[in-house]
């Protein structure tokens, strides 16, 4: 079986790094945007890429998951057994070896870009609500810390600006 499933496995491989690859680099350019703070209609143009690119890869992890079912191996580390199973049947796994693992370390690398950029994401966010409650007059939280070294939370509302 792993005769017929190989070839498959390979362009599904080059494929999925490719896309890897691409998503890299739009993760790579959304980061660049998001501590420049500008060009919002860019940074939407990249989110839609991004989310193409991903949708694509879940479509490959889906792939892969059948391939690893049609040998009987599990989606823990199935690609690791596959490849072993190839080498046992003499099967070339030279590109398709060396394509999975570069994809594993662009994926991780893609990964913690991703987590770096939600985190620079979520401060904006919360810099911009800050802004938005200070101008609507909401109240705002004061964390100071008393004699104790205790945090003592007061409140204090007050419009800085009327139209």
């Known amino acids: 079986m792993i005769h ?14 490719e896309n890897t690859q691409q998503l890299h680099q739009l ?3 959304e980061s660049i945007l998001l501590k420049a703070k500008s060009q919002t209609q860019t940074l939407n143009l990249i989110v839609q ?9 879940n479509t490959f992890t889906n792939q892969v998951e059948q391939l690893l079912a049609s040998e ?14 190839a080498q046992q049947a003499n099967i070339d796994t030279t590109e398709s070896l060396s394509n999975w693992q570069k994809l594993t ?3 991780k690398t893609c990964r913690t870009l991703n987590e770096q950029n939600g985190a620079s994401i979520h401060i ?15 109240p705002q939280t004061i964390n100071t810390y008393g004699r104790d070294g ?4 007061n409140l204090y509302s007050r419009t800085l600006v009327s139209v």
């Open 49 to 57: 890429k991004k989310n193409a690119l991903v949708a694509q890869l």
């Open 105 to 107: 370390e662009l994926s």
């Open 150 to 153: 205790g945090v003592e939370s």
């Open 27 to 29: 993760l790579n350019e």
């Open 124 to 138: 904006l966010n919360q810099h911009t609500q800050r802004i938005l409650n200070i101008l609507k007059g909401k």
């Open 4 to 17: 017929k499933t190989h070839p498959l496995a390979t362009k599904l491989i080059a494929t999925a790094l």
């Open 72 to 85: 009987k191996l599990n989606k823990q580390d199935g690609m690791i057994q596959y490849f072993a199973i």
